[in-house]
C-alpha cells in the first residue's frame, strides 16, 4: 500500500512540473512579455499647468511614461504588489488631468483582477498616479497591450493554479498520512505547507480577487510570516527526532515564539516599521535555526541532508525574494515571486518524500520491535506452561518479567505508546470492559474505543485476545 501512495505521489508531482515546461515555449514567442517601467517621485509643480485634481493629504505624486508605440492602442496597467492598491490613476487628455477608472473596461463595466487595473486608449505618453500610504523611492510598473496581457494573464493563472494543485495535494496527503500512522511529522509539515500557501494566495493577489478588493489584509504578511517561523522550527524538531535532545530547551522556544508574536502586534498596532523589520529579522533567524539543527545532524542523518539542502535554498531565495519586493525589483529581477514559487514547489516535493520514506524506514524498525516481541512472547509460553523446566534457563520460582508495569513501560518506548494508551493496555490486561475502563480512567466510552484504536495499531494487533499475550509475563509466578 504504501509503495502505490508513494508513487502516485511521484507520478503526480512529475506531472505538475512537467505541465510549465511544456508550456514555457508558449509564453516566450506567443505572449509578448509586458513592459516593465520605473514611476518617480514629482510635486504638484512638476506637473506644470495641467489642472490638478484634489487628492487626500498625505498622498504622493509619481510621474511615468508610456511607450510611444502602445500610443493609441487598448493598453493596461496595473502595479502587480498586493501591498500598493490605495492609489489614483491620471492620464493627460485634453490639457487635463483626467482620472480613469479603476477595473473597468471601455464599455464602462466593471470587471474583478488580482491587483488594480486600468484600462484605457493613451493619446499622450505622460501618465501620474497619486499613491497613499506608501511612498516608495521607485515603483515598478506594468503596462501591455490589452489583448497581450489577457493572454499573459492566462498563463500567469495557469501556473499559479499549477503550484495551489501541488500545495492543496500535499496538505491532503499529509493529513492523510498523519490521520493513519499519527505522526507529529505529517501534522507539522502540514500547517507548514498551509502557511506558505496562505502567503503565496497573498502575494498573488488571490484575497483581493475573490473579495473583490474589500480584503487588503495589510498586516496578514506579518502574522503568516510569523506563524510560518514557528511552525518551521517545529516540524524540524519533529521531523529529525529532537525531542530527548531540546526537550531542555523548550522554554526559550517559547520565549523567542512570545517575542515573534508580540512584534507581529506590535506592528498592527502602532505600524512602526522598526518593528516590521524586527519581525523580519526573527523570522528568519527561526529559519536558521532549523537549518543549524539540520547541518548538525548532516552527516549522520540522511534526513537531515534532505531538510538542509531545502531549507537553504528556500531561505537563500526567501531573502532575494525580500529584497525583491520591498528594495529594488529592477536588481534583483530574476528573484520575483515565480521564482520563489519554483523554489517552493521544489520544496514540497522533496520534504514530502523524505517524511514518507522516513515514517517506512520507522515502520519497519516496528516491524523488527515486534517480531522480537512476538519471539520473546512465544519463549514466555513455554516457560509459562513448564515453569520449573530446566530448558528454560531460569531457576525454578523466578518470575521472567517481575511485574506487569516494567512490560508496559517496555512496550511504551519500543512503540511509541501515549500515558493514557498504556493506562489503557494495563487495563485490558486486568479484563476490563470498554465501560470499565472509561470509569476507572474516567473518560467517556468513545474516548476509550479511540485510544484502543491506536493501541492496535501501534502494536499491530487486531484484537484484545492478541493485546492478553502481552501481558502472559504477569501469569509468570513462583512455584
Known amino acids: ?7 502516485l505521489s511521484l507520478l503526480t508531482c512529475l506531472s505538475i512540473l512537467a505541465l510549465p515546461m511544456s508550456f514555457a515555449n508558449t509564453e516566450l514567442t506567443d505572449v509578448p512579455a509586458a513592459v516593465m517601467d520605473e514611476l518617480h517621485p514629482t510635486t504638484a509643480a512638476d506637473i506644470g499647468t495641467y489642472d490638478i485634481p484634489h487628492v487626500p493629504k498625505g498622498y504622493t505624486w509619481m510621474q511615468g511614461h508610456i511607450p510611444t508605440d502602445l500610443v493609441g492602442t487598448p493598453v493596461v496597467f496595473q502595479i502587480p504588489s498586493p501591498r500598493i ?11 487635463k488631468l483626467k482620472e480613469i477608472p479603476r477595473n473597468t473596461d471601455s464599455r464602462s463595466r466593471y470587471f474583478k483582477s488580482r491587483f488594480p487595473q486600468y484600462a484605457w486608449i493613451p493619446s499622450d505618453s505622460t501618465y501620474y498616479i497619486a499613491i497613499g500610504h506608501h511612498q516608495p523611492q521607485t515603483l515598478q510598473v506594468e503596462i501591455q497591450e490589452h489583448d497581450q496581457f489577457l493572454s499573459s494573464e492566462s498563463f500567469r493563472l495557469f501556473r499559479i493554479g499549477l503550484y495551489y494543485g501541488l500545495a492543496l495535494m500535499s496538505v491532503v496527503f499529509n493529513l492523510v498520512f498523519y490521520l493513519v500512522f499519527k505522526d507529529k511529522r505529517f501534522i507539522t509539515y502540514c500547517l507548514l505547507l498551509f502557511t506558505t500557501f496562505v502567503s503565496f494566495f497573498y502575494e498573488d493577489g488571490m484575497f483581493y480577487y475573490f473579495s473583490d478588493g474589500q480584503w487588503t489584509m495589510d498586516y496578514l504578511t506579518v502574522w503568516n510570516s510569523s506563524f510560518t517561523a514557528i511552525v518551521a522550527l517545529l516540524f524540524t524538531y519533529y521531523f529529525l527526532g529532537l525531542e530527548a535532545v531540546l ?21 498592527t498596532i502602532t505600524q512602526q516599521n522598526i518593528l516590521l523589520h524586527i519581525v523580519v529579522v526573527t523570522c528568519f533567524l527561526f529559519a536558521l535555526t532549523c537549518l543549524f539543527l539540520a547541518v548538525r545532524r548532516f552527516k549522520q542523518d540522511v534526513y537531515a541532508r534532505f531538510l538542509t539542502l531545502a531549507f537553504s535554498l528556500v531561505v537563500f531565495t526567501g531573502i532575494l525574494y525580500v529584497l525583491y519586493s520591498r528594495l529594488d525589483p529592477l536588481k534583483y529581477t530574476w528573484f520575483d515571486i515565480n521564482t520563489f514559487r519554483l523554489v517552493s514547489a521544489l520544496e514540497i516535493i522533496s520534504i514530502s518524500f523524505a517524511i514518507i520514506f ?23 509460553e513455554v516457560d509459562a506452561a513448564n515453569p520449573c523446566a530446566p530448558e528454560s534457563g531460569y531457576p525454578a520460582g523466578m518470575p521472567l518479567v517481575a511485574t506487569k508495569d516494567e512490560l508496559a513501560d517496555e512496550l511504551r518506548i519500543n512503540h511509541d505508546l501515549t500515558d493514557r494508551e498504556t493506562d489503557v493496555l494495563r487495563c485490558i490486561w486486568d479484563g476490563l470492559t470498554n465501560k470499565e475502563i472509561s470509569e476507572r480512567l474516567f473518560i467517556t466510552v468513545s474516548t476509550t474505543k479511540y485510544h484502543i484504536g491506536n493501541l492496535y495499531m501501534k502494536l499491530d494487533v487486531k484484537n484484545r485476545n492478541q493485546v492478553q499475550v502481552l501481558g502472559k509475563a504477569q501469569w509468570v509466578r513462583t512455584q
Not at 85 to 95: A, E, M, P, T
Open 1 to 7: 500500500m504504501m509503495k502505490r501512495i508513494i508513487c
Open 247 to 267: 526537550l531542555p530547551y523548550r522554554k526559550w522556544f517559547y520565549m523567542a515564539a512570545s517575542l515573534l508574536l508580540s512584534g507581529a502586534l506590535g506592528y
Open 85 to 95: 492598491y490605495n492609489y489614483h490613476f491620471y492620464v493627460l487628455q485634453d490639457g
Open 358 to 380: 522516513k515514517v517506512k524506514a520507522l515502520q519497519q524498525e516496528n516491524e523488527r520491535y515486534r517480531e522480537e516481541l512476538n519471539n520473546y512472547l512465544k519463549a514466555l
